[in-house]
């Protein structure tokens, strides 16, 4: 480790623009006309509740290659050149230049996104120490802070068959090596938290597969990582990310539940909490609100990648998330327990058309805003009430009598009957009660209308 001098970003790579909130009608393509990082609500300001993340891999080191065209669509300027090392100062030049010019006050990374793999683990350790020690004098010039690091255990060849779960010790010997270097990374430059995305930490075809086995490797690996974090003095949370499949057809992080049982059942759950994907969850089935609000009420939401997917295809498409509505629904459970131990970070990225450097700019301001408004609408619903009192009202009869028994668990089935075939001698009749969804689809909509209309 190697204390440099402080450093500001050259501002080669992005146009000459500083994003600021320019009022609730500006037309300035590149202003926020919703994001006022000083802005308070219910005792917190702006930035401090979306804590937002910009993401290195899709922002700087994505290519807008797909499985149809693996070829470089970008050609980023910072990413031309032979010398590998030169192009990861460039990038992350690039990378300073865009958090400042953004006004995003954190960033987040996988070890080998800021740095190239070396030859050996003693290369690949120095490479990326020389890039932390540069990430760390850019953060004390600019301010900017880190979220979350995290190693890359999927990209590699080796990598194939799990890093954690691999059937071959060799292979688990490399990813402790690479993961134990990230904490290391993370602990340098502050990091509120290290995530594990188990990007092939699953399986193909159970007739090759012990399961059982590699469960537990996952869970031998993630203790590891957490007595390693600890004894080096790591502050901060371990995020799972829950994700069902894509690379493995079966990932053993399926989704939030499957995650937190998983931590359970490795006695995980104090140092733990799950980093939740919007793609990531309607990928198995659900809606983001589903997971985020799982993870809530077992007291394990602590970070979020703040993405969408596209509704018409079945793959992680990781595009920006632009609906405010859709935000509020998931930054209320955040406001509800007083914020994140992370942040929001936009694990997206534009489009492969969307080929100019502007596009960059375009895309987080619009999802900048909506997390912003979405805010907004939260802090709307739950001082009005909009959901919650309907709410206390649909449960009311699990408040008083059989129904407060029940929850207590303080009766049982035989009391029950008894109590149903009561209700019955006595002619009460069972009255269905409608769950007046569209009323509330209404009502969501219309807060949306107050706060833009009270916005003046
Ligand atoms: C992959 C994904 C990852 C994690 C970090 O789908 O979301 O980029 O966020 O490894
Ligand atoms: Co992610």
Same mark, same amino acid.
């Given at each position: ?5 402080? %450093? ?46 910009? #993401? ?9 290659? *797909? +499985?149809?065209?693996?070829? *470089? ?22 990378? $300073?230049?865009? $958090? ?7 960033? #987040?990374?996988?070890?080998? *996104? ?19 020690? &540069? /990430? ?18 999927? !990209? ?19 990813? /402790?090596?690479?993961?134990?270097? /990230? ?22 075809? &159970? ?13 031998? $690996? ?8 600890? !004894? ?67 007291? =394990? ?6 993405? %969408? ?14 609906? +405010? ?14 914020? &994140?131990?992370?942040? #929001? ?12 450097? *502007? ?16 805010? &907004? ?27 407060? =028994? ?6 049982? $089935? ?7 075939? %009561? ?19 209404? =009502? ?13």
């Amino acid at each position: 480790m190697v204390k440099l001098a402080a %450093r500001e970003p050259t501002n080669t790579y992005f146009r000459d623009v500083m994003v600021k909130f320019d009022g609730h009608d500006s037309k300035d393509p590149f202003a926020y006309k919703w994001y006022q990082p000083n802005k308070k609500i219910q005792g917190k300001t702006m930035a401090e509740w979306l804590s937002m993340a910009v #993401c290195y891999w899709h922002t700087f080191k994505g290519s807008g290659a *797909d +499985p149809f065209g693996p070829i *470089d669509v970008y050609n980023r300027p910072w990413g031309q050149g032979d010398d590998p090392m030169k192009v990861a100062e460039n990038t992350m030049d690039a990378a $300073f230049e865009l $958090f400042t010019k953004l006004g995003v006050d954190y960033w #987040c990374f996988h070890d080998r *996104d800021i740095a190239p793999e070396g030859d050996t683990v003693k290369q690949s350790k120095f490479n990326l120490q020389k890039m932390v020690d &540069l /990430a760390d004098a850019y953060q004390r010039g600019t301010g900017k802070k880190n979220l979350w690091g995290t190693a890359n255990l999927f !990209s590699h060849p080796r990598y194939t068959h799990g890093a954690a779960t691999n059937p071959d010790t060799a292979v688990i010997g490399y990813a /402790a090596c690479q993961v134990k270097a /990230a904490i290391d990374a993370t602990i340098q430059l502050g990091g509120r938290g290290y995530v594990f995305w188990g990007g092939r930490e699953g399986y193909e075809a &159970l007739i090759n597969t012990d399961m059982k086995k590699e469960r537990e490797q996952l869970g031998a $690996f993630l203790t590891m990582a957490r007595d390693y974090g600890r !004894s080096q003095g790591f502050k901060g949370k371990f995020y799972i990310e829950p994700k069902p499949r894509e690379p493995s057809s079966h990932q053993y992080d399926y989704d939030a539940a499957t995650c937190l049982a998983f931590l359970k059942e490795f006695g995980l759950e104090d140092d733990f909490e799950l980093n939740l994907e919007n793609n990531h969850a309607t990928l198995a089935g659900h809606t983001f609100q589903h997971d985020v609000v799982t993870a809530a009420n077992a007291g =394990k939401l602590g970070s979020m990648d703040i993405n %969408r997917g596209d509704p018409t295809c079945g793959w992680d498409t990781d595009q920006f998330l632009t609906d +405010p509505i859709e935000a509020a629904l998931v930054l209320m459970p955040v406001m509800q327990q007083g914020g &994140l131990s992370g942040g #929001c970070n936009f694990d997206a990225k534009v489009r492969r058309g969307s080929t100019d450097l *502007d596009d960059i700019f375009h895309a987080h301001i619009g999802s900048v805003d909506a997390l912003a408004k979405g805010l &907004l609408i939260a802090d709307y619903l739950i001082r009005e009430g909009t959901l919650s009192k309907p709410l206390v009202d649909r449960y009311a009869s699990s408040q008083t009598g059989m129904g407060k =028994k029940i929850a207590e668990g303080t009766t049982n $089935f035989k009391d029950i009957e008894k109590w149903v075939m %009561r209700r019955e001698n006595g002619g009460k009749v069972l009255t269905l009660r409608s769950g007046r969804q569209e009323l509330l689809e209404n =009502k969501l909509r219309e807060a949306y209308d107050a706060v833009i209309r009270n916005a003046g």
